[in-house]
């Protein structure tokens, strides 16, 4: 399978935004790209920086225009895309959503986002309700995607479930960066731990990792922080975790990697961990912490 990455800085304009992103699938498509795989949040600048209930004016309902927009983009390419939305599921009530739509520009499936941060920068909670459709993988014509959204991807457990529910790969639409006054080691630090752990979820379920992040910088509008630096690093890798492809820090790209899925077959009989989990175990895995 052919699977297409973009990407790009974002702008505090949303139609330039969705526009671009627009041009970005149409240029992985035609360098042949079957799959597109989208940034988080994609049609708006990080609005997380700060608290403010002004933002919710930036969310939509599922279907809702976005959905109509990239739908349409999704059929005029014949591919299918992955995206991310802010979700208005009704008053009072958001979330941080994956959108994923077949080749003919209808909505496969959803992935509302299960882990929801709340750090420095990063306020999420204030916006979004932690997702309540699980961890179930979206069938498409491509494969079956286990789709989940940034700060799940440090999570074991969701990427776990969803290769046992016969996910055909491994997707992370993303936004993570570097708080600017953090060390340069300690920023190297964390967005090498951040590829380090989803190249795990690879070998770990021996199925292929698609994350993409944002990249450029982007203002703190309370001038509390000096806003995030996001670091792309948008990577894919193989079922052993091997990387096929990494974009630089601070480009805009547009990328199509070759990624063989029935390396997953081999690769699992090599090491056949779903095999060997002792599931009789685990039970201790569903309390917050044993004392």
């Known amino acids: 399978m052919k699977a297409g990455i973009v990407q790009r800085k974002c702008t505090d304009n949303i139609e330039q935004n969705r526009q671009r992103m627009a041009e970005g699938i149409r240029e992985a498509a035609r360098k042949g790209a079957e799959l597109v795989v989208l940034q988080e949040l994609h049609n708006s600048l990080y609005f997380c920086q700060v608290e403010s209930t ?13 959905t109509e927009f990239y739908g349409a983009v999704a059929c005029e390419c014949g591919v299918v895309l992955v995206t991310s939305l802010f979700e208005r599921r009704a008053a009072g009530l958001y979330h941080n959503t994956a959108v994923v739509f077949e080749k003919d520009g209808t909505i496969a499936g959803t992935y509302r986002k299960m882990h929801i941060p709340d750090d420095p920068a990063y306020y999420e909670k204030f916006y979004f309700t932690p997702g309540d459709l699980g961890f179930h993988p979206i069938r498409t014509s491509v494969g079956r995607l286990g789709v989940q959204v940034c700060w799940d991807q440090w999570y074991p457990e969701g990427a776990r479930l969803m290769a046992l529910q016969g996910a055909d790969i491994l997707i992370y639409p993303t936004a ?52 995030i630096e996001f670091w792309g690093s948008s990577f894919v890798a193989g079922p052993q975790g091997e990387l096929l492809y ?46």
């Not at 063989?260 to 175990?281: G, K």
Request: glycine share 8%; aromatic share 8%.
């Open 176 to 227: 993570i960066g570097y708080e600017s006054s953090d060390a340069p080691d300690e920023q190297e630090r964390q967005r090498q731990a951040w590829t380090t752990v989803q190249r795990g979820h690879a070998v770990a379920n021996g199925l292929p990792v698609i994350a993409v992040n944002r990249t450029g910088h982007e203002p703190d509008p309370s001038s509390q922080t000096h806003g």
């Open 54 to 66: 002004d933002n919710f004016d930036l969310s939509e309902p599922v279907p809702g225009p976005s």
């Open 246 to 291: 990494r974009a630089p820090k601070d480009e805009e790209v547009t990328a199509v990697v070759d990624i063989d899925l029935r390396r997953s077959e081999q690769v699992r009989r090599w090491w056949p961990f779903l095999r060997d989990r002792r599931i009789e175990e685990f039970g201790g895995l569903t309390r917050r912490f044993i004392d």
